[in-house]
């Protein structure tokens, strides 16, 4: 049954912890292959970053810059785009780690001086598609979410495969949000309309996964079918398939969906982030465990900024006015990003111990 209501606030902050939470599971899993992550650091059920305690990284971090975006830009794409870049810029100067390359090259050329419209360099990563759930949690009104979900994907990354993922993904939080009971058949349309023939290889492995979902195939089945049983890249078609099988597979229920991503390994935490957000748009805050929410350990961007930014973000887009998005203290970033990088490092060289 389709939900017709105005854009809620329950979408929008659960999209956004939803991402958070994901990632933040996700995060000590990065990069680690499927089979040696249970032994190295068990199943996915809890925080195990730092003292059981969970942090999030640049996937989180770009929702909450595109949240803050779109509250001042109030529906203006150009200045959505500039309020963007903006922000890429000054989180690029705080050392963020773990940036992927196309955005840090991105950045670098905002620096030298680059327009919004010719920062993005040619890559296909999945940059684009781990900041795009917001998008579908927040807009009702189809052909303007898309032209929102385009400005974002080119600031960064030009390839069209980067676009037609986060494209996907911004539909799947949208579907997620507006349907109690998910339609996959349906949401494919709405891709294969949206992205037309240039999009056909996306498409094809989309149709793929929902067929597979519809043949109760688990999604780390799906993922050794095509051909990363050792993890998920982080190529945006190997990204979104797997990230949207998991989706289809476990709608309403966010513990599954997003740990059967994680089992998956490779890029866990873009990929739960992912799920994260889409499966949180749907249910909201109340349908993510509480203590997974309650364990996130972060400042300046807590989870009670989190949920500021969720609020602010729905008030500004039911208000039709431009608002001031909740601040971070530049310097509290710095430090917060020097402890991040040691503990990331500490992980790095754990790797370097049995059990392999």
Known sequence: MNRVTPVT???????????????????????????????????????????????????????????????????????????????????????????????????????????????????????????????????????????????????THTDPKAEYGAIAVALAARHSRDHDSVDANLWLSDVVDTVGDDGSELTELLRRSVDSVATGESTKSFADLLGLSQGVSGYTYHTVPVAIHAWLSHPRDYRQAVTEIIQCGGDADTTAAIVGGIVGAGVGEDGIPRAWIGGIWEYPRSVAWMRSLGKTLADTLHEKRPAKPPTVNPLAVLIRNMLFLFIVLFHGFRRLAPPY
Request: aromatic fraction near 8%; include cysteine.
């Open 9 to 155: 606030h329950d979408a929008i902050i659960g999209c956004i912890l939803g991402t958070a939470v994901g990632d933040a599971l996700g995060l000590p899993y990065e990069g680690v292959s499927s089979e040696r992550a249970p032994r190295l650091l068990g199943p996915p059920d809890r925080y195990r970053f730092f003292l059981r305690r969970g942090m999030i990284s640049d996937d989180t971090e770009h929702t909450c810059l595109v949240a803050g975006s779109l509250i001042e830009a109030n529906g203006d794409v150009d200045l959505f785009a500039r309020r963007f870049a903006s922000r890429l810029r000054w989180w690029i100067l705080a050392l963020p780690a773990g940036v992927g390359k196309a955005t840090a090259r991105a950045g670098i050329k905002l620096w030298l001086g680059a327009k919004p419209n010719s920062a993005g360099v040619f890559s296909a990563g999945n940059g684009p598609a781990m900041r795009a759930a917001i998008f579908g949690a927040a807009f009702d009104d189809l052909p303007k979410m898309l032209q929102f979900v385009r400005s974002s994907s080119r600031l």
